[in-house]
């Protein structure tokens, strides 16, 4: 965790509101970024990202300051993702993983660069959840392993071998969709 | 080191994330076999692709963030003491049970005994055995310290009701403090933004006034 958010944590448990501000306009693009990751839906990333907030700002007096608030954080939205995906069971399954975009005005090379993204959404979205946290956390959000395990509570040894799986199946899926090196090295 | 087991170890080289002892190997590997370059290059191509995914960009809302917070506090508070209450009525049933039925509980040589109503009768064999009955006034002395007990339960009781009530109180008092914050803190959001819109509509009004002017 950076100095700047144990000082914004320790103002606000004193009762600063504004520094409980700061740490959301720090914090909310990351785990935002993390949540559409997970929960692969635009749409809902606000709420969720809003809902990650309200139960630290409810818990925030419980927290106890270890250098972890990264970690605390992550854990939250994995179990705020946990739960809308729970309720998510519940309602009929999207065909595709992002909406298809406007192409009318774009260019040929964005056209090409937006089907590639789609197909790695999908790729993404077709992993186990075990996999895809790890990829997630470790690519996008730049966690170390030590903290992966600490956010998912799993042996750092155990997150490398499904870290390992996690590239080597999208490897796999993304060739089977047109996307293997020698398909993009032109 | 076979292939099979280098290409597990690729993924982690690939993010920087080898032990020091086994990058050199891993890596002198990677030099002299073609197929993990191959495998490696495809890994890489990979996390290039990874990084083409966009997000949405998310502002949260404050106002609505502090009205949402003030309203799961109230929730909180109502569940609390709805739960308050019942334990209270519980512990009230219970008192009244002690008081009407004169029940008494305790563990006694390896069994859990629940008695109501007065102690009980002196049976006629204990007679027959040759043993005299008490005369009436030691049985009233032994059920002086039954009567005791029974009033130190009930004591008991109403300390622990009273100590439920002032937690209660205490937890309300506290839920309604931070109420108040939140609500401080929305208004003073809702001044700011109030304050900033007046700003905007006067740099506004200046700029159309210095366009008008300059036309």
């Known amino acids: 965790m950076s100095s700047r958010d144990a000082e914004l944590i320790q103002r606000w448990q004193r009762g600063d509101a504004a520094a409980f501000e700061d740490l959301v306009r720090r914090w909310q693009q990351p785990i935002a970024r993390f949540l559409y990751r997970l929960v692969d839906r635009a749409d809902v990333t606000r709420d969720l990202c809003q809902e990650v907030f309200l139960r630290v700002y409810h818990a925030g007096p419980r927290y106890r300051e270890n250098g972890a608030f990264a970690g605390w954080l992550y854990q939250i939205a994995l179990n705020v993702a946990r739960d809308a995906g729970r309720r998510r069971r519940h309602e ?10 406007d192409r009318g005005a774009a260019s040929e090379a964005i056209v090409q660069q937006e089907e590639t993204a789609r197909l790695v959404a999908q ?16 690519h996008y959000e730049n966690l170390s392993f030590e903290e992966i ?11 490398k071998s499904r870290f390992a799986a996690a590239l080597n199946r999208l490897r ?3 060739k089977e969709l047109g996307l293997g ?3 993009t090295e032109e | 080191m076979s292939c099979s087991v280098i290409r597990n170890q690729l993924p982690l080289l690939l993010y920087g994330d080898l032990l020091p002892e086994e990058k050199p190997i891993v890596e002198k590997h990677l030099a002299a076999c073609i197929s993990c370059q191959r495998e490696f290059e495809a890994l890489r191509s990979v996390q290039q692709k990874l990084g083409l995914l966009a997000a949405p960009d998310v502002q949260i809302d404050l106002p609505r963030f502090y009205r949402r917070a003030a309203e799961r506090q109230e929730r909180g508070r109502r569940r609390w003491r709805r739960l308050a209450l019942a334990t209270a009525s519980a512990a009230a049933i219970l008192v009244g049970c002690t008081l009407t039925l004169r029940l008494e509980a305790h563990v006694e040589g390896h069994q859990f005994i629940l008695r109501w109503g007065g102690p009980p009768e002196v049976r006629n064999d204990a007679v027959a055995t040759g043993q005299h009955a008490q005369p009436e006034m030691d049985r009233t002395a032994e059920k002086l310290p039954v009567a005791a007990a029974t009033e130190d339960q009930i004591r008991l009781l ?30 003073e959001l809702q001044q700011q933004n109030a304050q900033r819109w007046s700003a905007l509509e006067r740099t506004v009004d200046s700029l159309y006034q210095s366009v008008q002017k300059g036309e």
């Open chain 1, 92 to 101: 009929p399954v999207r065909l595709t993983s992002q909406e298809v975009p």
């Open chain 1, 181 to 183: 090196p020698e398909e």
């Open chain 1, 123 to 138: 790729a993404i979205a077709e992993l186990s959840e075990d996999l895809r946290l790890v990829l997630v956390l470790r």
């Open chain 2, 158 to 187: 109403s300390e622990l009701i009273h100590a439920l009530a002032d937690s209660v109180q205490s937890v309300e008092r506290r839920e309604q403090q931070d109420t108040a914050q939140l609500q401080a803190r929305l208004l």
């Open chain 1, 149 to 159: 395990a600490r956010v998912t509570r799993t042996p750092a040894s155990t997150l």
């Open chain 1, 172 to 174: 796999v899926r993304l």
